[in-house]
């Protein structure tokens, strides 16, 4: 077997983002971590520690459990998302998510389906004071996130069954329980009727949005858009047309990426 060659350490290192690697290998390594235990590792001060794990549970990649110790987050787990066109689509998006941000002054989110769980491509905040944050990066269980509820709709029953009820959905914590599995089922019928989907709270608390899936030019969700804003002003953004402005921003968008490689994919 050949020898990896020596790792250096580079000439010019950023401290900061070297202590949030080595967060990152502690909590890997060691399944779980306490603020002090971090700070002595890192042999900087606790508010520091905590101010880069804060970080970390911002982008998923750590919580923080009942005794208060951080733990791997779902991001830590969840490899590369394994689709070549995600920075196309990105791109492509963009503006798409710009203007429909612009339009309703609330936070807008691309995102792709990667097995159970969503992975957020990109983010366009609203600019009112109390808005949902940039959530690039962030990794959420696809049947709570709006986004990842559209996703799904689109996909055959064999296949929902196949992600929640199979042995490896057990083994993966992605198991929907028997009491529930029905009541999904329902609500995916209705997101395939209404051509949207809703999370009231599901992902977190105070939390609303609005998703919906997003096709290439063959028909295929290739990915989702979603409207996230504070579960206060979500009914009144609601009854002012939000679902036929995200309908004539899918519209747009679709067109765009069916001109483009993105829209060639399966």
């Known amino acids: 077997m050949q020898n990896l060659p020596v790792r250096k350490k580079p000439a010019y290192s950023i401290e900061a983002v070297d202590n949030a690697l080595q967060l990152l290998q502690l909590l890997r390594d060691g399944g779980s971590l306490r603020l002090k235990d971090a700070a002595a590792e890192l042999g900087v001060a606790p508010s520091t520690a905590h101010r880069l794990l804060a970080m970390l549970v911002y982008r998923g990649f750590a919580v923080q459990d009942e005794t208060r110790r951080y733990v791997p987050g779902p991001a830590m787990g969840v490899g590369p998302a394994g689709l070549s066109w995600t920075r196309l689509l990105r791109t492509v998006a963009q503006p798409h998510m710009e203007l429909l941000s612009g ?48 996703l799904l709709a689109e996909l055959e029953p064999a296949m929902i069954e196949q992600l929640f009820r199979s042995h490896n959905a057990e083994i993966g914590g992605d198991s929907i329980p028997d009491a529930e599995y029905p009541a999904f089922l329902r609500e995916l019928e209705t997101i ?17 949005a609005l998703g919906v899936a997003l096709h290439n030019g063959n028909g295929v969700a290739v990915g989702a858009l979603s409207v996230a804003t504070p579960v206060a002003r979500f009914r009144r953004l609601f009854d002012s ?26």
């Not at 395939?192 to 609303?208: H, K, L, M, V």
């Not at 047309?241 to 399966?266: C, F, H, K, W, Y």
């Open 241 to 266: 047309g939000l679902v036929a402005i995200m309908r004539e921003t899918q519209r747009q968008l679709e067109i765009d990426i069916a001109a483009n490689p993105a829209g060639s994919e399966p």
């Open 192 to 208: 395939r009727n209404n051509g949207f989907a809703a999370n009231f709270e599901g992902t977190e608390e105070g939390i609303s």
């Open 103 to 150: 339009r309703i002054n609330e936070t807008v989110n691309l995102m792709v389906r990667v097995g159970t769980k969503v992975r957020f491509l990109g983010t366009v905040e609203g600019t009112n004071a109390l808005r949902v944050g940039d959530r690039q990066g962030t990794v959420l269980p696809a049947n709570k996130a709006s986004g990842g509820k559209a």
